[in-house]
């Protein structure tokens, strides 16, 4: 099954500039111990608690609620996330759906962007690892955040997004909605045209003069002050 048939909502954030929201509901189903252990979630009679500390939370539908009315005073806003298409676009798709939704959420944003597919292709030549938020974050930015915290998450992301500085047509490569963030089946000829590239042999890592790699994103980025040395679209 799909992250977004097995998962629940549990805390939801956003920011725009220096505009934000960070709400938390309390899952109805059991919490894995995986999860529990990476988020610092976890649920005791029917409260949430973060690193053993209670925090203040809503039902799924006033979080959602919520969501969608900090989304409509930006004006039809573009929603940025890393790794959406594949988590968390289908886990919000099912609860709108549930909570029929889907509608209103439809006739408020433009559309999603991936940053994930979006770093790949913008730093194909870089020979990064990695391709996951905190390591980006960690080696262009040169910065260290609180990872799987929805809004510490989010504002990091802002700082990488606009370090990324994607062109418009990259922005369109990587754009989609809730309608269309299922892939389609592949055709055999863009299969083979997917193997032929596998079997090019890739160009050698852009080399960036004698700078860091984090020091060459970072002159076009600033990042919160409350990361440890340490996007307007909403980022998610």
Not at 195 to 207: G, L
Request: with cysteine; aromatic share 6%.
């Amino acid at each position: 099954m799909s992250p977004g048939q097995t998962c629940e909502i549990v805390q939801l954030a956003a920011v725009s500039g220096g505009n934000s929201i960070n709400l938390y509901t309390v899952p109805r189903g059991r919490m894995q111990r995986g999860a529990a252990r990476v988020t610092g979630f976890r649920v005791r009679r029917r409260g949430l608690f973060l690193h053993r500390q209670p925090v203040l939370t809503n039902s799924l539908r006033e979080v959602v609620v919520s969501f969608i009315a900090f989304l409509r005073m930006l004006g039809r806003p573009v929603l940025v996330g890393h790794n959406i298409r594949r988590f968390d676009c289908p886990l919000l798709a099912r609860a709108l759906d549930e909570l029929d939704l889907r509608g209103e959420f439809r006739s408020t944003v433009t559309g999603c962007v991936d940053t994930l597919p979006l770093a790949r292709d913008i730093c194909k030549d870089y020979g990064l690892r990695s391709f996951r938020q905190e390591d980006l974050v960690r080696e262009l930015l040169g910065a260290r955040y609180e990872a799987h915290d929805a809004l510490e998450d989010v504002r990091a992301l802002q700082s990488l997004y606009r370090a990324l500085r994607p062109t418009s047509e990259l922005i369109s490569r990587h754009f989609f909605t809730l309608e269309t963030m299922v892939q389609r089946k592949r055709s055999p000829k863009t299969m083979e045209t997917m193997v032929q590239r596998r079997r090019t042999p890739k160009p050698a890592p852009t080399v960036l003069g004698q700078f860091p790699l984090w020091e060459h994103f970072g002159r076009g980025a600033k990042v919160p002050e409350h990361t440890t040395h340490n996007p307007g679209a909403p980022d998610t």
